[in-house]
Nanobody, 120 residues
Framework: QVELVESGGGLVQAGGSLRLSCAASGRIFSINDMGWYRQAPGQQREVVAS???????SYADSVKDRFIITRDNTKNTVYLQMNSLKPEDTAIYYCNALITPTGSFRGNYWGKGTLVTVSS
């Protein structure tokens, strides 16, 4: 059983920073791309940032130069450092990863989400 668990969400004032973490656990053979998505009330889920297994990154235009995605392959963990937060960043943030469990096929896994609220 593979699981993704996010942490680090909360309430912050505009201009502040938060750091999200997402740890993958279970019988994991390998992890390919990892990423963060978000869903604001009444909106569709959208990609925020992604990082490949060798460290290549991509970002949504709305968060470029403000958010930084990193990963620690020794801990099966991905991070999202969010700086200069804006009220429009308010959303539930979901972790996503392409994981090959031991003895099984690669699958697309999601965390349950962590709420980020940015007050003006």
């Amino acid at each position: 059983q593979v699981e993704l668990v996010e942490s680090g969400g909360g309430l912050v004032q505009a201009g502040g920073s938060l750091r999200l973490s997402c740890a993958a656990s279970g019988r994991i053979f390998s992890i390919n791309d990892m990423g963060w998505y978000r869903q604001a009330p009444g909106q569709q889920r959208e990609v925020v940032a992604s990082i490949s297994s060798d460290g290549g990154t991509s970002y949504a235009d709305s968060v470029k130069d403000r958010f930084i995605i990193t990963r620690d392959n020794t801990k099966n963990t991905v991070y999202l450092q969010m700086n200069s937060l804006k009220p429009e960043d308010t959303a539930i943030y979901y972790c996503n990863a392409l994981i090959t469990p031991t003895g099984s096929f690669r699958g697309n896994y999601w965390g349950k989400g962590t709420l980020v609220t940015v007050s003006s």
